[in-house]
């Protein structure tokens, strides 16, 4: 059996450590820069959130048609409503938002706010349909000025996620508005002219 002198392998001491370094600094290079993957996990959640963004529209599209139903005189045609498609409409919204897993900071905050939003209007229906089906002209008074809130507050969570909240402000009802009677006919804000949902570049949001 061939030996091997110890000092054979003296002369690639050099080599193996200049190879070692080449790899270290290679792999290094390799990294990317945290703002752009800041930017690239914030594109994902955005994509994430645009369903339960469309499925809340597709809620508050209901939940308006219930209101106009109502203002008309066919409260029992809004109940119904409210309790059929209405009440599907908003637990899959509800489902939808508790699937989004965010990743970015940008995804985390907006994707909190619209669960919080989403689950109280999912909350809202019942009371909402117990007091159209009623006569307590105080408790339909209640469940509008509810609908009202949560609606503003689903424009303010898109608003902020679009970085205009500075810029937003909720529609104000005069006082006429909020006599008990005219409040249950006249028409209220929607959501229809709420910003659509965007991702603000990381690098001016910190």
């Not at 193996?16 to 945290?34: K, V």
């Not at 409409?89 to 509800?94: E, F, L, P, S, T």
Request: charged share 25%; with cysteine; hydrophobic share 45%.
């Amino acid at each position: 059996m061939t030996r091997v002198r110890a000092g054979t392998l003296a002369p690639l001491a050099p080599l193996t450590l200049a190879a070692l370094a080449a790899l270290s600094a290679g792999s290094g290079g390799c990294r990317q820069d945290p703002a752009a993957a800041e930017a690239e996990r914030t594109r994902s959640d955005k994509e994430a959130l645009a369903e339960p963004v469309r499925r809340d529209k597709v809620l508050d599209d209901l939940l308006r048609k219930a209101d106009q139903l109502a203002e008309s005189g066919h409260e029992e045609a809004a109940a119904a409503l409210l309790e059929g498609d209405t009440t599907f409409a908003a637990d899959q919204a509800v489902r939808a938002i508790d699937l989004v897993k965010p990743q970015s900071e940008w995804g985390r905050k907006v994707t909190a706010e619209l669960a919080d939003v989403l689950h109280a209007r999912q909350a809202s229906l019942a009371p909402y349909d117990a007091a159209l089906k009623g006569t307590d002209l105080d408790a339909k008074l209640t469940a509008v000025q509810e609908q009202l809130v949560l609606e503003q507050r689903t424009m303010a969570a898109l608003a902020h996620a679009n970085g205009e909240l500075e810029t937003w402000s909720p529609p104000v009802l005069d006082a006429a508005v909020l006599d008990p009677i005219r409040l249950l006919t006249a028409p209220h804000p929607t959501m229809s002219g709420a910003p659509a949902l965007t991702a603000p570049d990381p690098s001016t949001h910190p």
